[in-house]
């Protein structure tokens, strides 16, 4: 795999959690953790034999037994609530769908 590919998915990815940090930490600080418990996680469906694959695998997804590549709370808050989740999810597959051209998935479920 080229160096150029894997830097470039690597700075996108890590611009990315940045922006779902800042919006879940935005609708954290306007709704507070009080909302249902749950889980979010952002899906691409990339092989993980592809170029984009193997990249996004060192960028700290993982291959998901469903299909596809998944991560885990993009946000990286340690919060309950669901809806603060899906908002850092969101912000996440959005930025990545833009800046990779791969479409990405939000998704979550109540706990």
Known sequence: MSKDILNTVQLTVDVALSVARKAAQDLLAQRGDNDCCGFAWV???????????RALLKCGFRKEYGGGLTMWNPSGLSVQSMNVKEEGAQAFAKFITEHLGVKAYAQSRMD
């Open 43 to 53: 899906t691409v469906y990339e092989k993980g034999s592809t170029k984009l694959g």
